[in-house]
DNA sequence: TTATTAAAAGAGAATGATTCTCTAATAAGT
DNA sequence: ACTTATTAGAGAATCATTCTCTTTTAATAA
């Protein structure tokens, strides 16, 4: 078993959520989809190895994750829900005419928004996150 | 008639849009409603006034609103589409536990992303558009 | 190792926001 | 006012997601 599976064990069994055979399947399908898939595009990939998982019970892992703060759901423009398993600070980056989506890592960007925000503040708001989407187009094919 | 009606009369006009009366009322929904409108809560709105206005009626216009660039989505993370009316450049406050959601404008910090990213850019990626996401808590009620 | 039990998975119906289809009405130009 | 393409109305259809209820299972303890 890979490392990244054992972490994955182990955040379950830290917030006290039984390691099911299901819950890692699904956890594994998100590590290896980078472009943040959805519900559906998960239970394609896991239905290879598990071919009986239920739909509701894909659903359902996927929010006792979120509720855990294990995964994150992405914001987007529509009504189809995606998902990331990357929960270090990081921004995304959308394309204009497509539904890809990319992660964009830039600490010294977020310094910069974080001393600008400590001398500046927003009235009446208390910032936890700060989160940056980047609306444009790749030069690259999706890899 | 208020001179922003006139305005949206003209912004219809300019698309080739039909200016309907249907139209009109979910414009000006949309206007008097600062806290980004779910198509429901245009819907209850216009009622008053428009009693018969269908459902799919609704959702045909602010997809036409949207298509035609007179008014934008607000990204979420549940699946309840929310709508927004003001076009000027500016970012969205969202509260960590309601659905709140409010604008922020800084012209000072959107010169400094700018400038950033002038210099720096994205590989394989062409930045069109630049909108932060705060996720906090309000420390005022809501208006 | 087996027994116990609360948590989780499976199956399929239910929900609800949104979209679609088809017909009737109407805005805008002639 | 006349004509016509566009738009609105009505209600069925769709489809992602949630819910309910039953069965199974992971985790702990004997």
Redesign the interface.
Known sequence: MSTLMQEMKQKLFEKGLKVTPQRLAILQALMSHKNHPTAEMIMEYIRVNHPNIATGTVYKILEVLVDNQIIR?????N?V?RYDAIMDKHHH?YC?DSARI?D?VDPA?DD?LQT?FINKG?P?????????????????VEK
Chains 1, 2 share one sequence.
């Open positions: 759901k992405v914001q987007t423009e009504d829900m980056l204009s990319e964009y960007l910069l600008y927003i009446d708001f208390k910032i936890e996150d700060i989160q940056i989407h980047f609306n444009g187009r790749f030069l690259n």
